[in-house]
C-alpha cells in the first residue's frame, strides 16, 4: 500500500516540496493524524460500490482513504494551488476526480449524475472548511440530493447546535433545519493537535443520515422555517414575544398568534427552545393561514 498522506513528516514534506501556505481564509487545517482519517471513514459505512463526495479535498489526506475504500470519490477544491499538489499526492488513485470549484457555485445535482450515473449509494465525508460549514451541508439537504448521508468535520460548537434535544441551550433553528431533512448525531470529538495549522476552536464529526420523508409533515416548508427562526430571534424571550415582534404587521396579529398558539396546545409563556419539532409543525400550520 503507498504511504499515507496524513502523517506529520509526509505533510510537512509534501508542504515543503510544492511550497505551500495556507490560507486562513480558505479554512486550511489540514488532518495529519490517519487514525483519525479512519475513524471518519468508518462512521460512513463505505461499501466497494460506494460513491464518495468530498468538499475541500486540502493536500489530499481524507481523499486517499476514501479512494482506497469506495469505488469514486469527487471532490470539489476552491484553491487552485492544490490542483498540481493534489495531482501529485494522488496520483496513485485512478478513482478519483477533482472538481476546481467552489462548492457553494457548484451544479451538484448535474454533478452528481454526471459523475455517478448509476451508482447506489453515495456518501459526503469531508473536513468542511469552518468559515463556510452551514451553507454547505444545507445547500446538500435543500436541494435534496440523492445521498445516503453526510459524515463531516466541523466546529464542535456547530456540532452541538446540529444534533441537540429541545430543552437544551444549544436547540435552535439550525438544529430543526437539520434534523427536519437527517437524523443526527455527534459521533467524535477531535482534538486540535491532529490539524496543521491547529485551528483556535474544537472540532467534531457528525453523522447526518438521511431521512426517507422529513421528520414532520407540514403545508409550507419555508414557513414552517420562517416561524422556527422567529421564535429564536431572542431566546430569552416568550414564544408569543417573538412571534410578535417578528411576524409581519396586520390586523389583530396579536389575537391570531395567541389563538394559533392555543390550537397547537403551546402556552405561550413558554421558549422557543422547549418546543419539539412536531410542535413547531403544528404551530406554523396553525399561523399559515393568518400570515401566508
Ligand atoms: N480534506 C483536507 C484535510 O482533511 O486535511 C483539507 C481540509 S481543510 C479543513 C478545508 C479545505 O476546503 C481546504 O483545502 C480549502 O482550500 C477548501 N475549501 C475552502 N472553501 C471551499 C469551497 N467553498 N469549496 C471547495 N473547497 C473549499
Redesign the pocket.
Known amino acids: 500500500m503507498n504511504k499515507d498522506i496524513?502523517t506529520p513528516i509526509r505533510t510537512k514534506a509534501i508542504l515543503d516540496k510544492h511550497g505551500f501556505s495556507f490560507?486562513k481564509s480558505?479554512?486550511?487545517?489540514?488532518?495529519?493524524d490517519t487514525n483519525i482519517?479512519n475513524r471518519i471513514v468508518d462512521f460512513a459505512e463505505l461499501t466497494e460500490e460506494s460513491g464518495a463526495i468530498?468538499?475541500?479535498?486540502?493536500?489530499?489526506?481524507?481523499?486517499e482513504q476514501l479512494a482506497r475504500r469506495s469505488k469514486k470519490v469527487v471532490a470539489?477544491?476552491?484553491?487552485q494551488r492544490?490542483l498540481p499538489i493534489l495531482n501529485d499526492t494522488l496520483q496513485p488513485y485512478d478513482n478519483v476526480k477533482i472538481i476546481h470549484?467552489?462548492?457553494?457555485k457548484a451544479d451538484l445535482s448535474e454533478v452528481l449524475q454526471s459523475e455517478f450515473g448509476t451508482f447506489k449509494d453515495l456518501m459526503v465525508v469531508?473536513?468542511?472548511?469552518?468559515?463556510?460549514t452551514t451553507p454547505?451541508i444545507m445547500k446538500f439537504l435543500e436541494e435534496r440530493l440523492p445521498v445516503r448521508g453526510i459524515v463531516v468535520?466541523l466546529q464542535k460548537e456547530v456540532a452541538d447546535r446540529i444534533s441537540a434535544k429541545p430543552g437544551t441551550k444549544e436547540y435552535g433553528s439550525l438544529s430543526i433545519a437539520i434534523q427536519y431533512y437527517t437524523k443526527a448525531e455527534t459521533v467524535m470529538i477531535v482534538p486540535k493537535t491532529v490539524?496543521v495549522p491547529q485551528p483556535n476552536v474544537d472540532s467534531a464529526v457528525i453523522r447526518l443520515t438521511m431521512r426517507t420523508e422529513p421528520a414532520v409533515q407540514v403545508k409550507n416548508e419555508d414557513f414552517f422555517f420562517t416561524i422556527t427562526r422567529a421564535s429564536f430571534a431572542q431566546r430569552r424571550k416568550t414564544i408569543l414575544n417573538n412571534l410578535v415582534n417578528q411576524l409581519p404587521d396586520g390586523k389583530e396579529k396579536k389575537d391570531h398568534i395567541l389563538e394559533a398558539l392555543s390550537e397547537s396546545g403551546i402556552d405561550p409563556g413558554r421558549r422557543g427552545e422547549t418546543l419539539s419539532i412536531p410542535e413547531f409543525a403544528k404551530l406554523s400550520d396553525s399561523l399559515l393561514v393568518h400570515f401566508q
Open positions: 496524513a490560507k480558505l479554512g486550511q487545517n489540514f488532518l495529519i482519517l468530498e468538499i475541500g479535498p486540502g493536500i489530499g489526506a481524507l481523499t470539489f477544491e476552491i484553491d492544490l470549484q467552489d462548492v457553494l469531508a473536513n468542511l472548511p469552518y468559515y463556510v454547505i468535520m490539524f
